[in-house]
């Protein structure tokens, strides 16, 4: 069954560092996902892309954070300058249609120290 | 914010019928129910979902009253693998984004 798959499983990087998170999405799905869980939080969601460009972002995703699809395959969140604040639990989905069914990728854990 | 309304836990024994509730009065007629899981420390897990009619995959059962109120995930024998948090979620039709609540937190009991 295809999957979502994210790299790396885990990420530390040191405040003020920049850090992309790498995704590839299901190979015949056209929309994607950010969202992010802080530990003991909700899972909040952060952006959506499609047709290379963003559809919708929230409060969260600001000029810190960028998305791209530099490939056919690859869908990456930058983070410019991390925070501590942003370590975090973060989530790549992908849907094969908008409004559809969103899945998941298993996370990358950002650990900024 | 979610609109819907969740026990926070449940047990459920090992073997037995999973039900998890879910109220969701505020529903519009465009908005859909669907439900993910989230085993610990993993990506959410699509479950199913569905508008008014009742659902039925190979996870799982959706019952949706005729009110539409309210809804019921139903996991028809539960496995100590099914122990996750169980978020209910209603999405409309031109919502792109999912809107995660705290969910129910299910421990399938051996």
């Known amino acids: 069954e295809p999957e979502v798959t994210q790299t790396p499983s885990h990420q530390v990087t040191q405040m003020g560092q920049e850090v992309i998170l790498r995704c590839v999405p299901i190979?015949?799905?056209?929309?994607f996902y950010w969202y992010r869980q802080i530990l003991g939080q909700k899972v909040e969601f952060l952006v959506s892309?499609?047709?290379?460009?963003?559809?919708?972002k929230s409060e969260i995703f600001d000029d810190q954070f960028s998305v791209e699809r530099p490939d056919g395959s690859n869908f990456t969140l930058k983070i410019r300058s991390t925070k501590l604040e942003d370590s975090a639990m973060y989530f790549c989905?992908?849907?094969?249609?908008?409004?559809?069914?969103?899945?998941f990728g298993p996370g990358t854990r950002l650990t900024v120290t | 914010d979610a609109k819907t309304t969740q026990p926070p836990s449940m047990d459920c024994a090992e073997g037995r019928a999973a039900n998890l509730p879910c109220n969701h009065s505020?529903?519009?007629?465009?908005?859909?129910v669907y439900w993910y899981r989230q085993i610990h420390s993993q990506g959410p897990q699509y479950i199913i979902h569905?508008?008014?009619n009742n659902e039925t995959n190979e996870m799982a059962s959706l019952i949706i009253t005729e009110d539409r109120k309210s809804s019921t995930l139903i996991l028809p024998h539960a496995t100590l693998r099914d122990t996750a948090v169980y978020y209910c979620?209603?999405?409309?039709?031109?919502?792109?984004?999912?809107?995660f609540g705290k969910g129910t937190r299910l421990h399938i009991l051996p």
């Open positions: 505020t529903i519009s007629g465009n908005e859909y």
């Open positions: 989905a992908s849907s094969i249609q908008i409004y559809y069914e969103q899945y």
């Open positions: 569905g508008l008014k």
């Open positions: 892309f499609y047709n290379n460009e963003i559809s919708e």
């Open positions: 979620i209603v999405r409309a039709n031109r919502d792109d984004k999912i809107i």
């Open positions: 190979s015949n799905h056209l929309y």
